[in-house]
């Protein structure tokens, strides 16, 4: 298969994800272009198998221009298989309030671009406390503190969990 990854990242852990996801998918045997979100307002989705669109969640939101590229893409994107992966911290979690705000958080991502994605790949994200100012390192320890994780200054934590990743991204393309 021939397969579009576009991203947006804020802190780059999303880079990291899409990064590894394009990797994985070469080693199957897939030809993969990956590509920041601004960078794939130019392809032409029909060249492509298979899209997809991952972002991370900041404050309930996902990256503008990831919005924009959905937004523009949108025909495009329910002409082909597509999915889309929402990178977030509560996706590392079992809370069910949590999980019920990344779905609206998803929805709200659906009602802005007009796509609504076939499939969701929840994908838990990191602190990553190197990349943050004094106020949001500040606000990021508070949110661990919440949910009785320890984040000290400057300890960046992964939660990614890459073996659940392999398997969603076997589960989506092996629906063919």
């Known amino acids: ?63 503008k221009s990831l919005v924009k590229l959905a937004k523009s893409k949108a025909p495009a994107l329910a002409q082909t298989r597509s999915a889309f992966m929402s990178v977030s911290l509560a996706a590392a979690g079992t809370d069910t309030d949590d999980w019920a705000g990344l779905s609206e958080c998803v929805n709200r991502f659906a009602e802005k671009s007009g796509w609504v994605p076939p499939t969701v790949m929840h994908v838990a994200g990191a602190f990553r406390f190197a990349e943050y100012d004094f106020f949001k390192s500040w606000a990021m320890r508070w949110i661990a503190a919440q949910k009785h994780e320890e984040a000290g200054p400057g300890q960046d934590k992964e939660y990614t969990d890459w073996a659940g990743l392999k398997r969603t991204l076997d589960g989506w393309l092996g629906a063919a």
């Open 1 to 63: 298969m021939n397969i579009l990854i576009a991203y947006a990242s804020t802190e780059g852990q999303t880079r990291k994800i899409a990064r590894y996801t394009a990797d994985y998918l070469i080693g199957q045997g897939h030809s993969v272009e990956l590509a920041g979100a601004a960078d794939a307002m130019d392809a032409e989705l029909a060249r492509f198998d298979a899209v997809l669109l991952a972002g991370s969640v900041h404050a309930g939101k996902y990256q």
